[in-house]
């Protein structure tokens, strides 16, 4: 069963709860904003942990290098880290044989110095231990640079101000974990300096001429390009998240603009699956700013992305003891381009995906992909066919359809199938409904999804995907929120339209699809899911972000 309400207001044990308790620290009592002011980060610019039942993973910058050793202590055990950059300022940390469900206290010490005040952080629960709730944020596409500009001048992404006020609400709800859902960076390489629009090209170049311009012939870390990088990810994760996020564990995926392009297919190139630059540069992002995927039992060691330290690039868990698997999957570093058999997920990860969904041994599962199924906005690299019809369509040599965003945008598209997609692939659809079918053939838990991409806000409950009947057991699906999007990047002003539902779908609103920024808040019970969407945009004020209520909660029931 499905509930749709609209402008609920949290409860008194709710508020509460986000009053006593700041990113799960010993600060009780405190507003957030001085109670992180209270906290001493000392040397540290930015620290983002990861989270299982036994084990931690922490990545970490620092103002200045650190020449000799520094130790993660944890409950009075050090364990050493490791320098993930040439300067020896980024570090990794990762802690094996923990307990189970426990607060640990940990400090960051060089030699005997500290480098900031203690913290806790927490591992999760065993998989076989029973966990009456669980709560968790999630967002999507949080980077990009403030100094980014439409060639008409128009903002880009919102400033840091507008992110920080966002993401301190949504932690004044005292979250357990994090699912930050694609694109944590824009610094799109072919897309934008091969733009067909003169002026789109030009100002790409003119703003990464003063951060630097990749040498694509040289590798990622330990040239020229390492500074590049650390640029880029300071200005738009380390500046975002600080030390806000050290006593939740963290889940980051990756999606397209991880990999330095959008996903756009025409005559003059193909950006997916990236090259051998753009994995680099992804995985760079990853190995300096935050954490990988850490192992789960139930999750091969044999999927793509898995690095040989067991660690994990592209697919990630988020184990709650028997009470919740969330399926994390990345839909684009690892695509092919096979036609009717192609797949956005690699076959290894799509029965990874199949034999979890199918298990029974959580109350709840949730998948949590990073290209969005039930919506549209005509791209490329989407699970549907559907094109945007708008004055930036033109059709190519081949007859197909292809939509040069940079030329033209604007208002006023619509979804079509009246000509293929150029250089769609058919075998993209076909996964998407398998793994269609297989959701909705679970019994006794409700089908659920909760994605990102489409830099808005909104619900849907699919009862029907061309031939898979849905109705028995729907599949909802939620997108969470943007922290970072504004006017240049809706896809209403990029693509000519807002995210639609495509034909082959029969769906029930369960809350409209609106482009602003927002986040979602999740409690997880055994009984239900109950999503609570807040959501932010002009003519609001900035002030009115401080005291954001869900605009809808959704119950999704067992």
């Known amino acids: 069963m499905t509930r749709a309400a609209k402008g609920k207001d949290i409860t008194r044990r709710e508020a509460v709860t986000a009053a006593a308790a700041l990113t799960g620290a010993a600060l009780a009592g405190l507003p957030q904003a001085e109670a992180q002011r209270a906290w001493n980060a000392g040397e540290v610019v930015h ?81 076989d231990a029973q966990v009456p709730s669980f709560r968790f944020l999630s967002y999507t596409c949080a980077g990009g640079d403030p100094a980014m500009r439409a060639p008409g001048g128009e903002e880009s ?178 695509l092919s381009l096979k036609g009717p058999v192609a797949t956005l997920v690699p076959p290894e990860a799509e029965e990874w995906l199949m034999r979890r969904t199918r298990a029974t041994d959580t109350a709840q599962l949730l998948h949590v992909p990073g290209t969005p199924p039930g919506w549209s906005a005509g791209k490329w690299r989407e699970w549907y066919p559907d094109i945007v019809e708008t004055a930036a369509t033109r059709i ?41 079918a297989a959701m909705t053939a679970m019994r006794g838990r409700p089908a659920a999804m909760l994605s990102g991409d489409l830099h808005a806000t909104g619900a849907i409950s699919l009862t029907r995907s061309g031939e898979v009947d849905m109705s028995a057991n729907p599949v909802n699906v939620v997108l969470a929120g943007t922290l970072a999007s504004s006017t240049a990047t809706w896809a209403s002003f990029a693509r000519g339209t807002a995210p639609l539902v495509p034909s082959s779908l029969t769906a029930q609103v369960l809350d409209p699809v609106v482009e602003r920024n927002g986040f979602a808040i999740v409690d997880v019970t055994p009984e239900k899911m109950v999503f609570r969407l807040f959501g932010w945009r002009e003519p609001q004020t900035l002030e009115d972000i401080d005291r954001l209520q869900p605009h809808a909660t959704l119950e999704i029931g067992r």
């Not at 299982?52 to 993660?72: C, E, I, T, Y």
């Not at 990794?92 to 400090?107: D, I, S, T």
């Not at 980051?252 to 630059?277: C, K, M, N, S």
């Not at 040599?397 to 293929?420: C, E, K, Q």
Request: aromatic share 10%; charged share 25%.
């Open 396 to 436: 190519g040599p081949d007859g197909t359809v292809i939509n040069d965003w940079g030329a033209s945008a604007g208002a006023g598209g619509r979804l079509s199938t009246s000509a293929p997609k150029h250089f769609w692939q058919p075998g993209w659809h076909a996964q998407h409904q398998r793994i269609m």
């Open 157 to 334: 992404f919102r400033t840091m101000e507008v992110r920080h006020r966002l993401l301190a609400r949504a932690m004044s709800f005292a979250p357990q974990g994090v699912i930050a859902n694609g694109d944590q960076v824009y610094w799109d390489q072919t897309t934008l300096l091969q733009s067909r629009n003169e002026q789109i090209a030009r100002t790409a170049r003119e703003l990464y001429d003063r951060y630097g311009m990749f040498d694509r012939n040289q590798p990622v870390l330990g040239t020229s390009n390492e500074a590049i990088i650390k640029r880029i990810g300071e200005a738009q994760i380390a500046t975002l998240y600080g030390t806000r996020l050290r006593s939740v564990p963290t889940w980051f995926v990756a999606d397209d603009h991880d990999y330095f392009e959008d996903d756009e297919a025409e005559e003059r190139f193909v950006t997916f699956p990236p090259d051998q630059f753009s994995m680099q540069a992804k995985r760079a992002v990853q190995r300096l700013f935050y954490p990988e995927f850490l192992p789960d039992p139930t999750r091969s060691q044999g999927l793509a992305g898995v690095q040989e330290d067991g660690l994990g690039t592209a697919f990630g868990t988020m184990r709650i003891g028997r009470l919740l698997e969330a399926l994390i999957y990345d839909c684009g570093g690892h």
């Open 47 to 127: 620290l983002l942990p990861a989270a299982n039942q036994d084990s931690m993973l922490l990545k970490a910058s620092f103002r200045r290098a650190q020449r000799g050793p520094v130790n993660l202590v944890v409950n009075g055990a050090a364990h050493p880290g490791v320098p993930t950059d040439a300067e020896r300022r980024y570090w990794a940390f990762r802690v094996r044989g923990l307990a189970p469900g426990r607060e640990y206290q940990l400090r960051l010490l060089a030699g005997e110095r500290a480098l900031c005040d203690a913290w806790p952080l927490r591992t999760l629960p065993a998989p």
